[in-house]
């Protein structure tokens, strides 16, 4: 079974469009974040919730939106998308925030023309 | 600059050999952890080593972490070709800022 699952793994989409990503964990884990890596393979935190709850909101624009609707979904929302949205994002939960291992998911690639 | 700053950026060696990363990061810290991520995929966590442990062994790797030089190593032994991927750190801090700082990565190629 996946543990931590994003849709879709590819997005290829227009300036301008709005966009989600979806993202699932079947871990039990109380904490979820969404990081962006950039090409450059620099991997950033942008947002993280714990239990339904807003911890981290780094410095991103208000473009990006996530919502979690249950501890076990994290889904991210993109207004307005722009060529420097284009980068691979990723999904990942944890238990007890950063005091243990972070769970990935597989990412999605998200290309922006 | 970042947190976490890995040294070398690439290292290319044959199988069977040893391989050693560097991690440096900038501030106190509550635990370092190490990921593997292979071409297209999402990160893999390796290992943990909280701020009072020295050294921690897992398989054929060996963490080290020298907190008075903001540091860390993670060396691979006997190497292997699936062991191709790039290798990052991540530092949670103690301050209480509940996200990891990953560093930069270290390509790691293993030629067959």
């Known amino acids: 079974d996946t543990a931590v699952s994003q849709t879709p793994k590819y997005l290829v989409t227009q300036m301008g469009n709005d966009k989600s990503i979806k993202c699932e964990q079947n871990?039990?884990?109380?904490?979820m974040y969404w990081y962006k890596q950039d090409s450059k393979k620099f991997l950033k935190i942008m947002f993280s919730?714990?239990?339904?709850?807003?911890?981290i909101n780094e410095t991103v624009p208000n473009r990006f939106s996530p919502k979690s609707p249950d501890k076990a979904h994290l889904n991210l929302h993109i207004n307005s998308l722009e060529l420097g949205d284009s980068a691979v994002y990723f999904c990942?939960?944890?238990?007890?925030?950063?005091?243990?291992?972070?769970?990935f998911g597989p990412g999605t690639r998200l290309t922006v023309t | 600059s970042q947190q976490g700053e890995e040294d070398p950026q690439a290292l290319s060696i044959q199988e069977g050999e040893n391989a050693t990363m560097n991690c440096s990061y900038k501030?106190?810290?509550?635990?370092l952890q190490w990921y593997r991520q292979n071409s297209g995929r999402g990160l893999v966590h390796l290992i943990l080593?909280?701020?009072?442990?020295r050294e921690k062994h897992s398989g054929r790797l060996r963490v080290t972490l020298d907190t008075s030089k903001k540091s860390s190593s993670l060396l691979i032994t006997a190497s292997r070709a699936a062991d191709t991927a790039s290798y990052f750190c991540?530092?949670?801090?103690?301050?209480?800022?509940?996200?990891?700082?990953f560093g930069s990565g270290t390509r790691l190629q293993v030629q067959p």
């Open positions: 990942a939960s944890s238990t007890r925030g950063v005091f243990y291992e972070q769970y």
């Open positions: 501030t106190s810290i509550n635990n």
């Open positions: 080593i909280r701020s009072n442990e």
């Open positions: 871990l039990g884990h109380d904490t």
């Open positions: 919730y714990n239990n339904k709850e807003l911890i």
């Open positions: 991540a530092t949670a801090a103690d301050t209480g800022r509940r996200a990891l700082t």
